[in-house]
């Protein structure tokens, strides 16, 4: 299992589990039967939500809302959390929100996402929630959009990103 | 100093420095005397640096280039490296690359940041470039674009950006 | 005043008023105030409206609505309508939405837009609407979203704008 | 043949051709086959092209540059041309540099497109160009970047785009 720790010597160590194994599990299931089993944690979380610390709280079909409590080691140079924390967040809950309508044997690829910056994310922010929402979801392409929101609403970010979608025969 | 250990048990510790003395070592500087600090190793890179594992290669004025070698531990649930990895170094690298070209006093803005995945990286793609120019410097905004290569020069990602910068009256 | 008259011929011709004068009236009004006045027919429509044909439909404080009827004139080489004309919509409205939240005195400019198309307007789609929304009004930028929708609501496009504002000392 | 004509008391007439004959050619020959055509004069210029009064001046694999004078019938009502202007020529640019690279039974469409605007366009700006390449071809999406410059070489807008490609069996 996946694991993290932190002390005030600004250390941090955290384990991951084999991606392959849960790549592999994608495969055989429905986008919301595979990623339910993600958010219960009967299948591990994958290694980049142990890398930046966040996880899939919420999850319906065609929505998907990630939390992460952003903390010093998130920060760029120029005093507080890298753009990189909320982008990563926004396109893993938007391709979480398209692939949430897929069913098995189909498949999806990020082909872009742009977000917008609204205001910083600090170490004093506390747990933000980024929510996402299909817009489209056709045969063969995807739209989603999605927004980074802390405890009391205050918006920090959003984005919108397209998706091709690959469909089997039956898929 | 930051430093990062990982084993074939999956498990990874960095260390970080205090992200406080960095932001207070680019107000006296100009953008580019930092970046220099920052690239040779006399100011510690950020912590979204020792995270990610990424690093500033190369600095001009109006340029930056990052590399990073992608790993296991930045994959996503459907088995490759998850986006957020090339966004978040195109953003570090945008943003650079504008902060490179501001005088001491002056500072900016990431507003937004529009990525575009051609295809996926992978632990054996090796180490990457994610190399960065500006498009326009003006008076109160700046665009960048970048793009993320292999040792081969095969593309991977491409992004461009839109900063907004805030001088004094002497910057 | 502006007009316009198109024959079974393929020949339109379109008139429209001096652009300075509206430009003008703009600079001693409140955003709403002044949007109102080209709604009603008070000011004349912009050039841009009588070249394309569309109209502002509905107005709010953070919000815009325009209205076009896709014509054969809008084509692009490939046998339905160009996706300027959802462009050139999209960002009349999304524009239309931050000016409405502005002062007397205060201005903006447009930095980026971003449109996702969903599916092609033709000549047989009848009357669309456009649909502009903020998302954030701050000191010194806006964001704001719209949508294209034909009579029965289904989507044809969507959109994001990342707009900066330059307010005086009074606005 | 489409033609235009304008006058002091701001009044214009444009002509069109059917734009189906147009697009049927399309569906015969290769990209560069087809745009090569409607450059010169031999198939007629799109509807859209007669409407906002530009044409395409150069091509070549991967490659598309696009002309045009912007004129007061372009204005927004704050003043200058209306981002639509540039928003559809570089549409345009882009989508045939794409079309460029494609053989005979293969198309695409345009997903989404990203614009910056540098400067604003006006009346006295004179005859910019609008360049547009490729920047990744694939067998399923394609982008594209291009910018729209005046005589003398300033940038007035930037813009990516991606595009997804329909190949048949022998495409």
């Keep these: 299992m996946s694991g993290t720790s932190e002390d005030a010597s600004r250390t941090r160590t955290f384990t991951w589990d084999d991606p392959r194994a849960l790549a592999e599990a994608a495969r055989g ?12 944690g009967e299948l591990p979380r994958p290694p980049i939500s142990a890398l930046m610390n966040f996880g899939l709280a919420e999850l319906a079909e065609g929505r998907a809302v990630f939390t992460v409590e952003p903390a010093e080691y998130h920060y760029n140079p120029i005093g507080v959390v890298h753009g990189g924390l909320a982008a990563t967040l926004l396109d893993s809950a938007m391709g979480c929100a398209v692939h949430s309508t897929l069913p098995a044997g189909a498949g999806y690829t990020t082909l872009e996402v742009k977000v917008n910056f609204v205001r910083p994310l600090t170490a004093e922010t506390g747990v933000v929630r980024c929510e996402a929402e299909v817009i ?3 045969g063969r ?4 959009e999605g927004k980074v ?3 009391a609403g205050k918006l920090y970010a959003h984005a919108t990103t397209t998706c091709i979608i690959f469909r089997t025969e039956r898929g």
């Design 149 to 151: 929101l802390d405890a």
């Design 141 to 144: 392409t995807a739209t989603a």
């Design 29 to 40: 299931l429905s986008g919301i039967e595979f990623l339910r089993k993600v958010a219960s």
């Design 136 to 138: 489209h979801v056709g």
